[in-house]
């Protein structure tokens, strides 16, 4: 029978493997909490009309200056989104049942808006299962309590680094051990009696690759029930040697990161199947059954609303902005379906366009550029060459599963 720590070691190389594609950093050596991710998805098949989760971005506007935030390139106007954009959301959701998960989150720091904690309550008055993401700067005890007591069920907060100096590197004007700290609160409050949980992200990239393992350790250590791994997608040309990513997973040259056959008779097998009985583990953003090149906004059912009340179909259509995956420069036009304070949000998710979008990316026939050695299509999503239009999705990192949002 393996020992425990060979069944860890089996864990460590596949984590390894999804993380570098084979390139395995000097010194890594991650120690896995009992449940690394969780990724929510549906149980049923995805069905272009349904509203399961709405990513509701409060506001654009952030305490922070990240190196990794696409904020600091951007030509987008800022703002947070006001009463009467968020009623007219609020409003719109209530035509769909059972209510969808409501996610704050978008581009933006969600608690530098002042009204986010009644912003809270009322999305958890309409039935919903209420999510949000935080840099954790702002998180004070009594905003721990606040948002808890208002009905959050699930706090997401970003850690992409383990020391002060690695963390305030990547993440400008913030410190560590205030963050720690602030987590740490949150729990506390949490444990009094809550049903909510804790999930952590980190954006890996070459500069905090290390601290991986230790990250993995101090969320497991601040009660996370959940972490996040995801890549950068690079905004500026010096964010380029960061990425640890190169082309899609399924290019012809790369080795395939595959789990070994969990029921297996084999040694190999009861030893994997032992280490993974209590994780639940997603390749790339997929479980095991699921190919890649799958989007998971629409396969999850989900849409988002900006600051503003644009409605889109998913998070990174949110706003226009300029990226460099893989060093080739690529403008993303947004695409906001209509605003939900001139058309009702339902009226506007039931359009004909937005149905045929939704059922165009279920099948995911677009050009795949991700994978592909780039032609001047795959410089924006206007078109690719399998003759699909705006917006195309073949060059999408959230479709790639390189890019993950919770
Ligand atoms: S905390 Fe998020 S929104 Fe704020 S600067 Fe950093 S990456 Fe951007
Ligand atoms: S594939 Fe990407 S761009 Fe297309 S709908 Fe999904 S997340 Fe949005
Ligand atoms: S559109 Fe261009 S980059 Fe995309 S798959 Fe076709 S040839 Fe390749």
Same mark, same amino acid.
């Given at each position: 029978m393996e020992s425990y720590d060979q069944k860890k #070691?089996?864990?460590? =190389?596949?984590? &390894?493997?999804? *993380?570098?594609?084979?390139?395995? !950093?000097?010194?890594?050596?991650? #120690?896995?909490?009992?449940?690394?991710?969780? +990724?929510?998805? &549906?149980?049923?098949?995805?069905? /272009? #009309?349904?509203?399961?989760?709405?990513?509701? =971005?409060? &506001? @654009? =506007? %952030? @305490?922070? @200056? %990240?190196?990794? %935030?696409?904020?600091?390139?951007?030509? =987008?106007?800022?703002?947070?989104?006001?009463?009467?954009?968020?009623?007219?959301?609020?409003?719109? *959701?209530? #035509? +769909?049942? /059972?209510?969808?998960?409501? +996610?704050?989150?978008?581009?933006?720091?969600? *608690?530098?808006? !002042?009204?986010?904690v009644d912003m809270v309550s009322r999305a958890k008055q309409l039935g919903s299962r209420v999510e949000m993401i935080t840099n954790g700067t702002l998180l004070t005890a009594e905003m721990s309590r606040r948002l808890l007591d208002a009905g959050l069920h699930m706090l997401w907060s970003s850690l992409d680094g383990t020391t002060p100096e690695s963390y305030s590197d990547i993440r400008l004007g913030a410190e560590l051990p205030r963050v720690v700290k602030n987590i740490a609160q949150f729990r506390d409050v949490l444990n009094t009696g809550f049903d909510a949980q804790l999930g952590i992200e980190f954006v890996a990239m070459k500069r905090n690759i290390d601290d991986l393992p230790a990250a993995l350790i101090l969320a497991y250590n601040l009660g996370a029930k959940h972490f996040i791994i995801t890549h950068v997608l690079p905004y500026s040309t010096d964010m380029i040697d960061q990425v640890i990513y190169s082309r899609g997973l399924r290019d012809v040259g790369y080795p395939q990161p595959a789990l070994p056959k969990p029921e297996g008779n084999d040694v190999n097998g009861q030893a994997v199947a032992a280490a993974l009985r209590d994780m639940k583990i997603t390749l790339a953003g997929n479980n095991r059954q699921t190919p890649l090149d799958h989007c998971p906004f629409v396969v999850g059912e989900s849409g988002a609303v900006r600051w503003d009340g644009g409605l889109s179909p998913c998070v990174p259509l949110l706003h226009s902005y300029v990226s460099y995956p893989v060093e080739r420069e690529r403008f993303s036009r947004s695409w906001i379906i209509g605003n939900v304070a001139e058309c009702r949000l339902d009226d506007l998710w039931h359009t004909p366009q937005h149905i045929a979008f939704r059922e165009r990316v279920l099948d995911f026939k677009f050009s795949p550029c991700t994978k592909c050695g780039g032609c001047e299509m795959s410089e924006n999503n206007e078109k690719d060459c399998l003759l699909n239009t705006f917006p195309t999705c073949g060059g999408c990192w959230w479709a790639e599963g390189a890019i993950r949002c919770p």
């Open positions: #070691a089996w864990l460590d =190389e596949i984590l &390894t493997t999804i *993380l570098s594609k084979g390139s395995i !950093p000097q010194g890594y050596k991650p #120690a896995v909490p009992a449940v690394v991710d969780e +990724f929510v998805r &549906t149980s049923h098949s995805p069905h /272009p #009309a349904r509203l399961s989760k709405t990513y509701v =971005e409060p &506001t @654009n =506007e %952030c @305490n922070l @200056n %990240c190196r990794t %935030c696409v904020r600091n390139v951007w030509q =987008e106007p800022l703002g947070k989104m006001s009463d009467a954009v968020f009623d007219a959301v609020i409003d719109g *959701l209530k #035509a +769909f049942w /059972p209510s969808p998960t409501v +996610f704050f989150g978008g581009f933006g720091e969600p *608690l530098s808006h !002042p009204g986010i």
